[in-house]
């Protein structure tokens, strides 16, 4: 055997193991889900008094979806101690003249807080992003606690518009704060899905809607695969030796289902001006040793309709692990050894993102042209991801007919290469001097 075919056999016996690890985490993810922490959920915090929670919906051009979401949340406050609160910006009013088509958020969000559907608070900050206004927020909920309860009681619950969450979410949250008390931060992951389908004959437009199906796909197999694992391997759920081995490993919590005692809040909030506050957030945390506590509870977002615009996120979305060198600038930032193993871990995680690009047509070619042992470990190596991919679907798919569901399966590699593609254009963007785009920055173009 060559020496490139002992290298190509070694690296993807490699990705083989690694994958086994991902596999084995999608199955611990679904058993969480499944059960919680410690089985059903139950009536806790019984003779305390129970949090009071502020659903805080940041806005940029959203008007579309505004009012649809103002009810579900009221919905999901329903029952507890909560109240709903949009927060526009005035960067809205002044890129109006770049969105012609977007609507009035402001007025819609003033509209229906005089219908008392909702509260309203607006940032003033033409430049701010969404951490902006969450601050903003969080400064505005502490003064509008109710009398007796401190802001230890009190918890921000950060959602976007297209957020949907089941309707027994803050239950979720009540009962993993009674089961973590010392715990500040608390995440409910999502289940993703494409939600727009392109006009026009189905069989002209199957391609597009199946490959950005499988994006959702992907994003399902990486929430189960990666994002809960890693908050589980950090609680007190996971062994002594596995939190010591696993705290420097970054893990993050999303800006959508993110749970945070107002207390903490005030002495440690978002990161101003960030462009990606959530994974920022998540570094600041980790550095300091702080729990993210996974819930066990999913909520329902939708990935872009197009591939253009799941490229472009994604270029968008990787400067939130690939901006170490300016989180290790940030004064929040418990400086150590914790910090900069993080910072190894992210820009590992950033760099296996851009490998998102070449694989799967690596492993093509490796099957194709490669010797026999090459081509037997790339065949596993790609044996050990179907069955991931089809657990995720069959776990966490959206609900379509068996043609639709073997469709988006199996543009499940392209959907990696899209997210690599996109990946590879944040790369350039970054080493560009570019600082990426904050994710509330969504909406229609003019």
Known sequence: MSRLSLISVAMVTAGCMRQLFVLSAIVRSRRFLRHGPHGPLAGAMCGTMP??????????????????????????????????LVVTTARETAEAGQHATAGDTIALARE???????????????????????????????????????????????YDADSRPPLDSLACFTQ???DSPGADVFHQSSRFECRSRPAGPLLRGWPRVAVCDAGALRANRFVLGFEIPRLLNR?????????????????HVTGHGLCVRLSLLENLPFPARSPLEDMHYSFILGSRGLPMIAVPSLDAAEVPAT??????????????????????????????????IIAASAFGSAAEWIGCAL?????????????????????????????????????FGAPARPGVRLARMAAFPLACTVHGTGGLIGAARLLAGGSGAGKTERGPQA
């Open 235 to 251: 609680s007190e759920q996971a062994t002594t030796v596995k939190r010591a081995l696993c705290s420097g490993v970054y893990a």
């Open 51 to 84: 949090p009071s929670f502020f659903i805080v919906l940041p806005l940029l051009r959203e008007a579309i979806a505004l009012r649809q979401a103002v009810a579900h949340f009221q919905a999901v406050a329903c029952g507890h101690a909560a109240r709903v």
């Open 176 to 178: 993993a704060i009674a």
């Open 359 to 395: 694989v799967p047509a690596l492993i093509c070619i490796l099957i194709a042209d490669g010797t026999p042992a090459v081509r037997i470990t790339a065949v596993c190596f790609t044996a050990i991801c179907a069955v991931q991919v089809v657990l995720t679907e069959a776990w």
């Open 112 to 158: 229906l807080a005089e219908e008392g559907r909702c509260l309203h608070v607006h940032y003033p900050g033409r430049l701010g992003v969404k951490a902006d206004q969450l601050n903003y927020a969080a400064a505005r909920c502490a003064v509008m606690l109710p009398a007796g309860v401190a802001s230890s009681q009190a918890f921000l619950v950060c």
């Open 307 to 340: 591939v253009m615009a799941q490229v472009q996120q994604a270029a968008r979305w990787f400067f939130g692990p690939a901006r170490v060198a300016q989180y290790l600038k940030n004064p929040a930032v418990r400086p150590g050894w914790r910090a900069r």
